[in-house]
T-cell receptor, first 114, second 114 residues
């Protein structure tokens, strides 16, 4: 029984470049959320997608975008990378949208911007 | 806006002792309260969660209590073991707005000494 899978696990980018991170949710889960975790802090909510539509967005600039595909997998894109974008990017999977859904995290993608 | 405060930031105990981590949330509409354990370089792993219609939940050595009136919830770990050493995050989320966003506390670094 596969959990939430993310790729790549580690990557290094240069300031100004663009990055795409990928996520596959737990089988049967229709909701994918993205969180950013800066070293030493708790995760911060970026987006939630459900049934291919953006349902919620956190306090992140427009450089951050995402989409969800018919198979419920998702991509997070970050343009014009800044040094401050260096973080662990976590994909989270849940069955639905309501506030009481259990949320499971993937192993994350470690992004370093140099 | 939503805010979750978590204390203490660090906690050192001897193996076999109990550990208690406390969180306070600001949004009275919050209805779901998970706890995550994060080992160094790993993903946040759900260890226990509680919903607002329940005051206490227990799973082996781990228990969580919720006081909705005080907007306060706590994690209790009994008979601690060295493998319990990690960073623990509390979180809160609310429903009713068409999406689910976890708001995390700042984390507690638990060190269990043999």
């Amino acid at each position: 029984d596969a959990g939430v899978t993310q790729s790549p696990t580690h990557l290094i980018k240069t300031r100004g470049q663009q990055v795409t991170l990928r996520c596959s949710p737990i089988s049967g889960h229709k909701s994918v959320s993205w969180y950013q975790q800066v070293l030493g802090q708790g995760p911060q909510f970026i987006f939630q997608y459900y049934e291919k539509e953006e349902r919620g967005r956190g306090n992140f600039p427009d450089r951050f975008s995402a989409r969800q595909f018919p198979n419920y997998s998702s991509e997070l894109n970050v343009n014009a990378l800044l040094l401050g974008d260096s973080a662990l990017y976590l994909c989270a999977s849940s069955e639905g949208l309501t506030g009481g859904n259990t949320i499971y995290f993937g192993e994350g993608s470690w992004l370093t911007v140099v | 806006g939503e805010n979750v405060e978590q204390h203490p930031s660090t906690l050192s105990v001897q193996e076999g002792d109990s550990a208690v981590i406390k969180c306070t949330y600001s949004d009275s509409a919050s209805n779901y309260f998970p706890w995550y354990k994060q080992e160094l370089g790993k993903r946040p792993q759900l260890i226990i969660d509680i919903r607002s219609n329940v005051g206490e939940k227990k799973d082996q050595r781990i228990a969580v209590t919720l006081n909705k009136t005080a907007k306060h919830f706590s994690l209790h770990i009994t008979e601690t073991q060295p493998e319990d050493s990690a960073v623990y995050f509390c979180a809160a989320s609310r429903g009713g707005f068409g999406f689910q966003k976890l708001v995390f506390g700042t984390g507690t670094r638990l060190l269990v000494s043999p």
